[in-house]
């Protein structure tokens, strides 16, 4: 195993220890879905969609009282170096989950009682960091759909590669670094909706790696918002 | 795909009474915030598995197996052994269970303990080879929950955790022709350290220890912390509210202390000795 | 935050102690922010957003366009580009004691498209339309052109009565449904162009320029309605 950063300071790819990769958001390029979005984070190509709000099927799960919501994240075969299955993996299963939990904290679920939502995510290319990329894109795709929501869900994932932490981890690093910690934030209500961490850091070492996640996720939050101005209000038509 | 839970209703009377508590810093069942409930642990009661314990955390009851083998180690860890975990909510634990394979909170509580004893390092893997891209030990964990009342994955890693310390297994080593052989010693897992699962729910501006089945009905979200004597190794939030960076960093610190707690709890419930005394070696 | 006048979730359209959240949006601290992609609408102390997407969301009295997906001895169920489907009971087009001579597919079959009355909707049942009342009722001729919901209001503003200008235009006759689906009829090329002009409605959030672009891809001048209207 060679060194992830070398004497200058540079990644395997690079950036500096702060530096998100570069990124590019679409929004509204699927027409069929209710409201879709796209996502390039290095080399990670996420597109994510949105149904609803709908009827619930089957009906046994309808809730009386608030929006269902239901959550897909997959990784398509040709998305990763040796082809993956195409059935879910408990990976896949477990990211689902808490991309789900992540977005229901945005979401005004008690103003449609009794129907559904379905969020879908297709990793068309997976680089390292592929679920803050996913809910990036999800929470576009959602307000394409014109879903009301507290606010927009920003997420990255900070780590740390030769005893340094480092914003925005790419394949290489999420694979044999130390730590992986994807954030998942809402800024204007200063709330943490994903949160997990695998790996090892001390208390001190766990505040700053979080305090520079949630940097990440801001840089994210404002390219959220400028993908949605430039969709919607600043049309190159005029 | 991944669906938004119905919980079990909890009456309004009761949820009242709950937030009256709280705001008093007691809770239902008369602990204080960051109380625990009694914890009980007994091991090797599975003959036939390798290593076995169940847990008491309150009324949540928890029985984790664990079960050796030989196998080819996975092909990106040549020297080291195998470690699987798995986890079950047995339709016995509870009158909502639905019957079928394990769901996403059966696979999350599996991972995410996984994730505390692997990231910890407790069980030294690189001790576990036998011939080396060949031939290793694999440990599988099964964890069976028995009844659910909240903060299963506490008790599920506790259990876990308990399950591997006491773990008899046979020991084999290479023999002359090459091939794997018994020696007719047992030998035990070698632990490094015992890493400690803290389960904080929110509700409402408080952070409450260790939750109860009601609690979680009612929580606006949770957060799973794994610490070793050092620090964190493992985090995972669960649910789908959220927590400002200031209540995580707070809440993280508390259960670090928190954590040397119940680790000098469970290491007495083991009968191991004073700090420091976990490594066991592969001698017994 | 003076003059703002778009917004996206979490934008803060406004602040103010007094202020108090219109539609779409909610406060927080002083601040009262929008939940939708949308144009920032402030009346009074009230600061709210138009949002520009969003599905259909039945409302008492609204005139929708639909069409009939389905029936049973009871109802035609009705797909009307909306959240849930609405109903149609039997009984409100066919009259006691006739049902027995009639197939409720005579009456309406599936793939009907009808024009009715929003009666009733809540959060605890379906939405259920009528099909009695003047203008309602099957629709024999036209063509469906779908907009956005969230346009359909623009169409119908007061200032300039675009829903007149693209009739009077094109020789059409438009039936607009509140939920988006408009009915075209008239001749190949008038529906051709009323489409057209339909389409600029839902791309263009700004009034102003969509009047200017209509006006345009009419051919009518500034200030002329169109020579039918005197």
């Known amino acids: 195993m060679g060194k992830l950063i070398d004497e200058q300071g540079k990644r395997t790819d690079g950036r500096g220890p702060y530096d998100l990769r570069p990124y590019k958001l679409e929004v509204g390029m699927l027409k069929n879905a209710d409201g879709s979005a796209y996502i390039e984070m290095g080399k990670n190509k996420i597109v994510a969609a949105v149904y609803g709000p709908k009827e619930v099927h089957p009906r046994h799960l309808v809730l009386p009282d608030r929006m269902l919501v239901k959550c897909r994240y997959h ?114 209500l200063d709330e943490i909706t994903l949160l997990q961490m695998d790996g090892k850091l001390t208390v001190e070492e766990f505040k700053a790696a979080l305090n520079l996640a949630l940097k990440g996720c801001i840089q994210l939050y404002e390219a959220q918002k400028k993908a949605l101005y430039d969709h919607y209000f600043n049309s190159p038509k005029e | 795909m991944s669906i938004s839970r119905k919980n079990f209703v909890v009456e309004r009377l009761r949820k009242e009474k709950l937030m009256e508590l709280l705001a008093k810093g007691q809770r239902l069942d008369g602990r204080g915030l960051r109380d625990y409930r009694p914890l009980s642990i007994s091991t090797q009661m599975v003959s036939k598995a390798e290593g076995s314990a169940q847990v008491y955390l309150g009324n949540t009851a928890v029985i984790a197996g664990v079960k050796t083998s030989l196998d080819r180690p996975y092909r990106d860890t040549p020297d080291r052994g195998n470690l ?201 | 935050m003076r003059g703002k006048k778009y917004a996206v979730p979490g934008d803060l359209i406004a602040e103010g102690k007094s202020l108090a959240p219109g539609a779409n949006a909610y406060k927080l601290g002083n601040g009262v922010y929008s939940m939708a992609v949308g144009i920032v609408e402030i009346a009074g102390n009230r600061a709210g957003v138009v949002p520009l997407e969003g599905k259909y969301v039945p409302r008492q009295d609204d005139i929708v366009v639909g069409i009939v997906i389905d029936y049973n001895a009871i109802a035609w169920t009705v797909d009307i580009n909306s959240i849930f489907y609405g109903s149609i009971f039997v009984r409100d087009l066919v009259r006691r004691g006739s049902r027995e001579k009639l197939a409720i597919s005579n009456v309406l ?80 090329d008038g529906v051709l162009l009323a489409a057209k002009a339909l389409k600029l409605v839902e791309s263009e959030p700004r009034y102003d320029a969509l009047v200017k672009a209509v006006r345009n891809a009419l051919n009518v001048g500034e200030g002329k309605v169109g020579e039918a209207d005197r």
């Open chain 1, 75 to 188: 990784m398509s075969p040709f998305s990763v170096e040796e082809r993956k299955t195409p059935a879910p993996s408990r990976r896949e299963i477990e990211i689902s989950k808490v991309i789900r939990e992540a977005l229901e904290a945005s979401i005004l679920v008690d103003e449609f009682p009794r129907t559904a939502l379905d969020v879908f995510v297709e990793v068309l290319e997976s680089d390292g960091g592929s679920r803050g990329a996913s809910i990036t894109a999800a929470s576009l795709a959602l307000a394409n759909a014109g879903i009301p929501m507290k606010d927009m869900v920003a997420a990255c994932a900070v780590g740390k590669v030769d005893g340094q932490l480092v914003l925005d981890l790419n394949d290489v690093e999420d694979k044999e670094g130390e730590v992986d910690m994807p954030v998942a934030y809402m800024p204007n």
């Open chain 2, 84 to 284: 699987i975990v798995n986890a079950e909510f047995l339709p016995l634990a509870s009158p909502y269970i639905e019957l079928g394979p394990p769901n996403e909170n059966a696979i999350e509580l599996a991972r995410v303990v996984d994730r505390g004893i692997r990231e910890s390092g407790m069980v030294d893997m690189s001790k576990l080879v036998v011939k080396a891209g060949e031939t290793v030990y694999s440990i599988f964990v099964d964890i069976n929950v028995l009844n659910i009342d909240g903060n299963l994955l506490d008790a599920s890693s506790y259990a876990a955790v308990a399950a591997l310390v006491t773990a008899k297994l046979p020991e084999y080593v290479l023999s002359d022709g090459g091939t794997p052989a018994r020696t007719g010693n047992t030998i035990q897992l070698p632990i490094t350290t015992i890493p400690v699962s803290i389960t904080a729910a929110k509700i409402g501006e408080y952070a409450l220890y260790d939750p109860t089945e009601e609690e979680e009905a009612v929580m606006d979200t949770r957060l799973t912390m794994a610490f070793t004597e050092d620090g964190i190794c493992a985090l995972q939030k669960g649910g789908s509210g959220g927590w400002s960076p200031a209540e995580v960093m707070k809440l993280v610190e508390e259960s670090f202390e928190k954590a040397k707690e119940i680790r000098e709890q469970i290491r007495r419930g083991l009968g191991l000795g004073g700090q420091g005394e976990t490594d066991q070696g592969t001698g017994s």
């Open chain 3, 109 to 188: 079959n599936v793939g009907d498209v009808v024009a009715a009355k929003i009666l009733s909707f809540s959060v605890n049942r379906d939405p259920l339309l009528s099909l009695r009342g003047p203008g309602l009722g099957r629709i024999t001729e036209g063509e469906i052109i779908r907009i956005s919901p969230r346009s359909v209001p623009r169409l119908l503003d007061r200032r300039e009565r675009l829903y007149k200008l693209i009739e009077d235009a094109t020789g059409c006759k438009l039936i607009i449904g509140m939920n988006g689906l408009i009915v075209v009829s008239g001749t190949p």
